[in-house]
């Protein structure tokens, strides 16, 4: 009964549409092996080159609130924080992407240099405090 009906309505299609029909399921069933991230371009990196490493909102699975990264006494950059140029979808979602003081160079390990130095005073420890009793962690 079933077999019927879907040659019944076989006719009503005319070439142009089977085979419009055809293609999409072809091109369907043809494996690809690319992704897309909008925003995204792909960059080649060689030795030596150097990494710029971006900072965005801090998050915990806690509590719906975000954090600003540099809303905690963090190394800021030495030449001050500028916000990266954002697409619609890390807009959209909250993001606040900048810059960061971390020297990262393609391939080159590096151990124990000092970023900066910082005098905290109570209230800045409290506020560390609280961060990490509430599990925030870093989006970079």
Not at 90 to 98: A, H, N, Q, V, Y
Request: proline share 5%; aromatic share 12%.
């Amino acid at each position: 009964v079933w077999t019927t009906r879907v040659t019944a309505s076989l006719p009503l299609c005319g070439r142009a549409e089977m085979k419009s029909v055809l293609a999409v399921l072809g091109a369907a069933i043809i494996p690809a092996n690319a992704f897309y991230l909008p925003g995204v371009a792909p960059r080649t990196f060689r030795y030596g080159d150097r990494v710029e490493l971006k900072v965005n909102k801090m998050a915990s699975i806690h509590t719906q609130v975000p954090y600003d990264y540099y809303a905690l006494k963090f190394c800021k950059p030495r030449g001050g924080i500028q916000q990266a140029k954002e697409n619609l979808g890390e807009f959209l979602t909250g993001d606040r992407i900048e810059n960061s003081p971390y020297q990262l160079f393609m391939e080159q390990d590096q151990f124990c240099n000092i970023l900066c130095l910082e005098h905290f005073k109570s209230h800045d420890v409290q506020a560390f405090k609280a961060i990490i009793k509430e599990e925030y962690h870093h989006n970079w």
